[in-house]
């Protein structure tokens, strides 16, 4: 059966500091992924997605990036944080045609 | 662009209540209907799709029908637990579109015993 990784579960870091947060899936291949953000208030924000290795789309540009260097693994990344960036970060996958999305259990972010 | 509106929470109602959260949609072509569910600092769950019209989901008691000419997808269920609280979604995908998920905003559940 497939399995969704995030870590880490929470993350508490200043503003100005680096980011890396990391999402693995077992058991397909393949997988299209993407990366969410829910800030207070619970509203969920697409900001990435990839169709495959090297392959990102951005949804809203901003402070973070992505990149998918192995098939089943999509990192988040920032340079330098910003306050705005807390909030909890949600990774998931789909496989086509079927498209319905499996969340990972998220990584908590508070930017100090 | 296509969109998903849900009701405002939070619901708050009792134990063995009937439960109705109203979802509606603005897409065009055939989009496929989810709801997800969301325990408090929990990952988003699948809790059940309908990927045309007149499809019923179903999935733990709970029931959402496809209905394109009202382009609704409410989720019922008859008797609510403690164990349904939790934040509802609604979400609709598009095929040509990479599997992107359009969600609602979100609808709080309360159930008290």
């Known amino acids: 059966s497939q399995t969704i990784h995030q870590w880490p579960a929470t993350l508490v870091q200043p503003v100005g500091s680096p980011l890396s947060l990391e999402c693995t899936v077992e058991?397909?291949?393949?997988?299209?992924l993407y990366w969410y953000r829910q800030a207070a208030g619970r509203g969920l924000q697409l900001l990435f997605y990839s169709v495959g290795i090297g392959q990102i789309s951005s949804e809203v540009p901003q402070n973070l990036s992505a990149s998918r260097p192995q098939d089943r693994q999509f990192i988040l990344s920032s340079k330098k944080l910003l306050l705005s960036d807390s909030g909890f970060y949600l990774c998931a996958w789909s496989v086509p045609p079927l498209y319905e999305q499996y969340f990972g259990p998220g990584t908590r972010l508070t930017v100090t | 662009g296509d969109s998903v509106t849900q009701m405002e929470g939070p619901v708050t109602l009792s134990e063995e209540a009937c439960l109705t959260i109203n979802c509606t949609y603005t897409a065009t072509g055939y989009p496929s209907l989810f709801w997800y569910v969301q325990y408090p600092g929990e990952g988003l769950q699948l809790l059940l799709k309908?990927?045309?019209?007149?499809d019923k989901g179903s999935n733990k008691g709970f029931e959402a029908t496809y209905r394109k000419e009202t382009t609704s997808f409410h989720l019922e269920k008859g008797s609510v637990q403690v164990s349904d609280s939790a934040v509802y979604f609604c979400?609709?995908?598009?095929?040509?579109?990479?599997?992107?998920?359009?969600f609602g905003q979100g609808t709080e559940l309360s159930v008290k015993p």
């Open positions: 309908a990927t045309k019209a007149d």
């Open positions: 058991g397909t291949s393949n997988p299209n």
């Open positions: 979400a609709l995908s598009q095929y040509n579109q990479g599997g992107k998920l359009i």
